[in-house]
């Protein structure tokens, strides 16, 4: 499967952008799609993900703040991000796997597919 993703851009803090991961290729019911981050010289960091059956789960920061929701009939998975703040500034990337377990969803190394990442910036 082949994914994009954009919706990234320059917002200041307390706004709300919506970032979207478009598939490609492959059936993507079948997939479970996770967002990602990474901050200038750090690691890259779970941020969200939904499975096949639609169950979302958060990074702790994020819960409250960040939506992720899927529509299968366009292939698409989208982040909804309120509340932005400074610290959320990273490339933000959308992963995808067929056959990854529970236990390992928020664990980037586990997903097979990965987008080109997109910027958000969020200004103080």
């Known amino acids: 499967v082949q994914l994009q993703a954009s919706g990234g851009g320059l917002v200041r803090a307390g706004g709300s952008l919506r970032l979207s991961c478009a598939a490609s290729?492959?059936?993507?019911?079948?997939?479970?799609v996770g967002w990602f981050r990474q901050a200038p010289g750090k690691e890259r960091e779970f941020v969200a993900v939904?499975?096949?059956?639609?169950?979302?789960y958060y990074a702790d920061s994020e819960k409250g703040r960040f939506t992720i929701s899927r529509d299968n009939a366009k292939s698409t998975v989208y982040l909804q991000m309120n509340s932005l703040k400074p610290e959320d500034t990273a490339v933000y990337y959308c992963?995808?796997?067929?056959?990854?377990?529970?236990?390992?969803?928020?664990?980037?190394?586990?997903?097979?597919?990965w987008g080109q990442g997109t910027l958000v910036t969020v200004s103080s």
């Open positions: 290729g492959r059936t993507f019911s079948n997939y479970v």
């Open positions: 939904i499975r096949r059956s639609g169950a979302t």
């Open positions: 992963a995808a796997d067929q056959s990854i377990i529970l236990s390992s969803i928020t664990t980037a190394q586990y997903y097979d597919y």
